[in-house]
Structure formats: C-alpha cells, structure tokens
C-alpha cells in the first residue's frame, strides 16, 4: 500500500528583515495509513510549520509534500483548499470554536461548505458529537461547555467531512492534565477503533510516547532523530 504521507527534503524560509528564518531546513518523513505519529520539539522547532505544510495551510521553500501521491506544491490554490476539505482533519490548542454557534453548528460548518444540505449535516453533526461524548451537549455554546468539551466538540468538527488524517497541534495543551488524558484517549480510539491517521504535535513526551506508534523530535528545524519510515 502506497504511504499517505510523503514529506521529501522540505524546506521553510522566511526572511525578518535582513536575516533569513529556516523553520524547517530539509525534513523528510514518511507516514503510512493508520499511524499515529508523534511530532516532539520545543516552541519554534518547526513543528507547527510542518503541520501547516502538510494541511496545505502553506507552501514550502523547497522539497515536496505528497499525500496519496499528489505533490502540494504542484497545487493550485482551489486544489490545495479541495484537499484541507476532504483530507485533512484539523484540531488546535485553542479550540477555535465560533462562540455564538452551538456545538452542532460549529460541527456542521465544514459541511456547508462542502454543500451538504442542512438536515443531513445537522443529524451528522449530532453523531459526531455523540461518538466522542457529547450527546448531550449538542445545542450548547461554547462559553456553556467546559475546556475539554470544547476540544471534544473541535475534534468532532475535525471528523466532520471523514477526512484521512487528522493533524493534532498541542491539543492539550489548554487542559488540565485528567481533561488532557481524556482527549489523547479518544485520539488514541479514532486511531485504533476507526483507523484515522494521526500527527501529533506536542512537547510532552510522555503524552506522545503513550499513545504514538513511533516519535520524532524536531530542533531547529531539522530531525535530531532519524525519521523512521
């Protein structure tokens, strides 16, 4: 089976004035279907950049990204958003939920923007939030949930429209640690139970040796570790 992911000497340079930032300067990985990989690294490692490479969030300096075999940097802007949309599941620190939308709301957004009608994506949306713990939640806000219902409620928008890997950046990491044990739990299960392949971003080791198949640690923008393909 061809990998899902093939990440081939990137490189991500940003000029600051007269100085040249290489936050990432020649990584390579390969990720296969169902994995769960944990990406390690103190803050501005390259570690959020890479995951924003692989979300096509951004465009490399250099090398080639793959998924399913298709190079991101060949991609136009409408085929770069095509695939946000139907391969990437997105799952940030900050939640980033919209506080006047109800969970249900916040769930089904992604699929307006895919064009499914209303009543479809509002008894998906329900499912979802119901699959990680949140039948009961679905008409409430936001500012009416707790820290770790938020999270439960982003990752349900995540798996909103089935996408092929879910791409985690610190999402513990606004959490209590009970709370944040709770989510890389239900991280672990969508691995395990549905075969969704994760990328984790985080600087806690333990929370990523628990749970990923295999880490990588990333410093200054290049792998310390060898990445095991």
Same mark, same amino acid.
């Given at each position: 089976?061809?990998?899902?992911?093939?990440?081939?000497?990137?490189?991500?340079?940003?000029?600051?004035?007269?100085?040249?930032?290489?936050?990432?300067?020649?990584?390579?990985?390969?990720?296969?279907?169902?994995?769960?990989?944990?990406?390690?690294?103190?803050?501005?490692?390259?570690?959020?950049?890479?995951?924003?490479?692989?979300?096509?969030?951004?465009?490399?300096?250099?090398?080639?990204?793959?998924?399913?075999?298709?190079?991101?940097?060949?991609?136009?802007?409408?085929?770069?958003?095509?695939?946000?949309?139907?391969?990437?599941?997105?799952?940030?620190?900050?939640? @980033? +939920?919209? =506080?006047?939308?109800? *969970?249900?709301?916040?769930?089904? &957004?992604?699929?307006?923007?895919?064009?499914?009608? $209303?009543?479809?994506?509002?008894?998906?949306?329900?499912?979802?939030?119901?699959?990680?713990?949140?039948?009961?939640?679905?008409?409430?806000?936001?500012?009416?949930?707790?820290?770790?219902?938020?999270?439960?409620?982003?990752?349900?928008?995540?798996?909103?429209?089935?996408?092929?890997?879910?791409?985690?950046?610190?999402?513990?990491? @606004? +959490?209590? =640690?009970?709370?944040? *044990?709770?989510?890389?739990?239900? &991280?672990?299960?969508?691995?395990?139970?549905?075969? $969704?392949?994760?990328?984790?971003?985080?600087?806690?080791?333990?929370?990523?040796?628990?749970?990923?198949?295999?880490?990588?640690?990333?410093?200054?923008?290049?792998?310390?570790?060898?990445?095991?393909?």
């Amino acid at each position: 089976m061809a990998p899902l992911l093939e990440v081939e000497n990137v490189k991500k340079h940003y000029r600051m004035g007269e100085s040249i930032v290489r936050a990432l300067d020649g990584v390579s990985l390969t990720v296969q279907q169902g994995e769960f990989v944990g990406l390690l690294g103190t803050s501005g490692s390259g570690k959020s950049t890479l995951l924003n490479l692989i979300a096509g969030l951004d465009r490399a300096t250099e090398g080639s990204l793959r998924v399913f075999g298709d190079d991101l940097a060949r991609m136009s802007s409408a085929a770069l958003s095509v695939h946000r949309r139907r391969n990437v599941g997105m799952i940030f620190q900050s939640f @980033n +939920l919209i =506080s006047t939308m109800t *969970a249900t709301d916040n769930v089904a &957004l992604s699929m307006m923007f895919a064009g499914v009608p $209303r009543g479809d994506r509002d008894r998906q949306a329900q499912e979802l939030l119901g699959s990680v713990g949140l039948a009961d939640r679905v008409g409430h806000r936001p500012t009416e949930l707790s820290g770790g219902e938020q999270q439960r409620v982003a990752i349900a928008r995540a798996l909103a429209n089935a996408p092929h890997l879910l791409l985690a950046d610190e999402p513990t990491g @606004n +959490l209590d =640690s009970r709370t944040a *044990a709770e989510i890389m739990d239900l &991280l672990h299960t969508l691995n395990q139970r549905d075969g $969704r392949t994760v990328i984790l971003v985080t600087h806690d080791p333990s929370l990523a040796g628990k749970h990923a198949h295999r880490t990588l640690t990333l410093s200054d923008g290049v792998f310390v570790r060898g990445p095991e393909s």
